[in-house]
């Protein structure tokens, strides 16, 4: 199998203030993870593709100063929320390739107070 | 821009009855899956098609690809509560790097 976690899975922050999320894979390696958000009861929005060793791939729309993502290792990737607010509140959701394959993570609740 | 279109967006049946979801784009996908999502967890994958005109079976579970490679669709057979939850369909291009772009999923509700 392969089983990608990611920490913290909920947290809490003042406005203003930068929080990072974890997405690691566990049991593999993976040149390539993918940052989502998701709105309750709504899809997943592709926010970057995250390239280890490389810069990271924003989508359109996405303010890359304001969700910086970071891919040192193979089995480790970052984003943080830059100076966040509570319009930056959302499921934050990475995902890992291996293969033809992607396999989630379980999500990271942010609540910007 | 790809878009899938995934419809219904939102679907209340009772236990017992089937159902079904489709996702439409006028773009060419390589392949095509299907998640099933619960609340505060990340989606889990509940198949992968890739042959245009391919069907595969999941239990009671349907899943369709067109023969296009544009279109899926996701039937349920005789719905439990249990199925209660959100599908997601997600398809994946040539040359974009696993890249997947998601339908806009369909919240299921199973009543018994």
């Known amino acids: 199998g392969a089983v990608v976690s990611q920490h913290p899975s909920r947290v809490i922050c003042k406005s203003g203030t930068s929080v990072k999320i974890e997405c690691r894979s566990l049991d593999f390696q993976a040149t390539t993870m993918f940052w989502y958000r998701q709105f309750p009861k709504k899809s997943l929005m592709l926010m970057a593709t995250?390239?280890?060793?490389?810069?990271?791939?924003?989508e359109q729309g996405v303010e890359k100063d304001k969700f910086l993502i970071n891919h040192a290792s193979l089995t480790l990737s970052t984003l943080t929320v830059t100076s966040a607010h509570p319009e930056d509140s959302s499921f934050y959701i990475c995902?890992?390739?291996?293969?033809?394959?992607?396999?989630f993570g379980p999500g990271t609740r942010l609540t910007v107070t | 821009t790809q878009l899938l279109e995934q419809s219904p967006q939102f679907l209340s049946i009772q236990e017992g009855e089937n159902l079904t979801v489709y996702c439409n784009s006028s773009s060419v996908f390589s392949s095509l899956q299907w998640y099933r999502q619960e609340p505060g967890e990340g989606p889990v994958l509940l198949v992968t098609v890739v042959t245009g005109g391919e069907v595969k079976k999941l239990k009671r579970l349907t899943f369709q690809f067109g023969d296009a490679r544009k279109d899926s669709s996701l039937h349920i057979t005789a719905a439990q509560t249990g199925d209660t939850g959100l599908y997601l369909c997600a398809g994946a291009s040539y040359n974009q790097g696993g890249k997947l772009i998601f339908g806009q999923g369909t919240e299921l509700s199973v009543k018994p």
């Open positions: 995250s390239n280890e060793g490389s810069k990271a791939t924003y």
């Open positions: 995902s890992a390739r291996k293969g033809d394959r992607s396999y």
